[in-house]
C-alpha cells in the first residue's frame, strides 16, 4: 500500500537530489571556468586563506578554516553560505584576492557579509573574517 503522503516525501527527496546534483555540477564547472592558479595569477607561488565563518546569532562562530593554495589548485575563491535557508547568498574573494595581485600585496584582513536572503531577514546574517597571504615568485 502507497499512501499520498509517502508519495510527497519520495518525490520531495528525488527533487532535492536533483537539485543537489545540478548545484554540484555547476560548482564543478565554475571552478573548470576559474581557470588555475597558475594560468590567472602566474606570479603568484603560493596562498593561504585563513577564514573564520560567523552567523549574527548567540553562538556566532560556525566554522574556521585555512586553505593552503598552489599554482595548481583552481582559481575559484567563492565559499557558500552555511545557513542552509540562505537563498542566492555566499562569499567570493576573488575580486579582493585579484586586487591583491594587481597591488602586488603580500597580506590583507578583511570581512565580507553573505548578501543572500534568509526568508523575511534581509542580508548581513551571515559574515566571515578573513586573512589572507599571497607568496609571489622572485
Given amino acids: ?7 510527497y516525501l519520495l518525490k520531495e527527496k528525488t527533487v532535492n537530489r536533483q537539485d543537489y546534483a545540478a548545484k554540484r555540477e555547476l560548482k564543478k564547472q565554475n571552478r573548470l ?13 603560493g596562498m593561504v586563506i585563513h577564514m573564520t565563518y560567523s552567523q549574527k546569532v548567540l553562538n556566532p562562530i560556525l566554522m574556521e578554516r585555512t586553505i593552503n593554495i598552489c ?3 583552481y582559481a575559484y575563491f567563492n565559499m557558500e553560505c552555511m545557513t542552509k535557508s540562505c537563498s542566492n547568498g555566499g562569499f567570493d574573494l576573488t575580486s579582493i584576492i585579484a586586487d591583491m595581485v594587481k ?4 597580506s590583507a584582513k578583511g570581512e565580507i557579509n553573505c548578501k543572500g536572503e534568509v526568508g ?3 542580508s548581513g546574517h551571515a559574515f566571515v573574517l578573513y586573512e589572507i597571504s599571497i607568496q609571489y615568485k622572485k
Fill in 33 to 45: 571556468d576559474a581557470g588555475l592558479i597558475s594560468g590567472r595569477f602566474p606570479e603568484v607561488s
Fill in 1 to 7: 500500500m502507497f499512501c499520498k503522503g509517502a508519495f
Fill in 103 to 106: 597591488k602586488h600585496t603580500k
Fill in 120 to 122: 523575511v531577514a534581509a
Fill in 71 to 73: 599554482p595548481d589548485s
